[in-house]
């Protein structure tokens, strides 16, 4: 193997599992809108009449950073915009964790998860597996490599399943002593 067919295999690994995070984020917000309308409510960095809106546009945004990906040539857009989306994501929950609501639930999908610095951390190494699938380039692989990214990609979302539920469960357990 090449290094330039490992970098690619590396790029659509990443792009995969970022992917992956999307398409579970987006899905959970529209399966439970009104839900999800009241943890960016719970925020408290829009006005009310805003929240609504801006409820839709983070969802219809979400859905893009998927969509974008089975676009040719749209991957890198869809992964930027994934990026600062989740720098968003970081910094709102990081204001609010120095305002002292950590009490807020942080609308991610899955596991129930308070706000923690380690949802900030999550989010920032999120950022730079999306940063690292743009600037490794674009990739170029025939259907072993693409079928060995995908799987790879799965197993990295599986792992970073399992990691969020650990986190989840020790937020729960902080909670309770």
């Given at each position: 193997?090449?290094?330039?067919?490992?970098?690619?295999m590396?790029?659509?690994?990443?792009?995969?599992?970022?992917?992956?995070?999307?398409?579970?984020?987006?899905?959970h917000?529209?399966?439970?809108?009104?839900?999800?309308?009241?943890f960016?409510?719970?925020?408290?960095?829009?006005?009310?009449?805003?929240?609504?809106?801006?409820?839709?546009?983070?969802?219809?945004?979400?859905?893009?950073?998927?969509?974008?990906?089975?676009?040719?040539?749209?991957?890198?857009?869809?992964?930027?915009?994934?990026?600062?989306?989740?720098?968003?994501?970081?910094?709102?929950?990081?204001?609010?964790?120095?305002?002292?609501?950590?009490?807020?639930?942080?609308?991610?999908?899955?596991?129930?998860?308070?706000?923690?610095?380690?949802l900030?951390?999550?989010?920032?190494?999120?950022?730079?597996?999306?940063?690292?699938?743009?600037?490794?380039?674009?990739?170029?692989?025939?259907?072993?490599?693409?079928?060995?990214?995908?799987?790879?990609?799965?197993?990295?979302?599986?792992?970073?399943?399992?990691?969020?539920?650990?986190?989840?469960?020790?937020?729960?357990?902080?909670?309770?002593?």
């Amino acid at each position: 193997m090449t290094e330039s067919s490992f970098l690619s295999m590396l790029s659509a690994t990443a792009t995969v599992f970022i992917a992956l995070i999307f398409v579970r984020a987006a899905w959970h917000k529209l399966s439970e809108f009104t839900e999800f309308t009241g943890f960016v409510a719970d925020y408290k960095v829009l006005p009310e009449r805003l929240v609504q809106p801006a409820s839709m546009a983070i969802v219809a945004a979400e859905v893009l950073v998927v969509a974008l990906q089975f676009v040719p040539g749209g991957n890198v857009f869809g992964l930027a915009l994934a990026a600062a989306m989740l720098s968003l994501y970081a910094a709102v929950m990081a204001l609010n964790i120095r305002r002292g609501r950590t009490f807020i639930e942080c609308g991610c999908g899955g596991a129930v998860q308070p706000l923690a610095w380690s949802l900030v951390v999550r989010n920032a190494v999120l950022v730079l597996v999306a940063l690292s699938a743009i600037f490794t380039g674009q990739y170029a692989l025939d259907a072993a490599g693409a079928i060995t990214s995908i799987i790879s990609g799965v197993a990295v979302w599986a792992v970073f399943l399992l990691a969020e539920q650990i986190i989840a469960n020790s937020s729960i357990a902080r909670a309770t002593r």
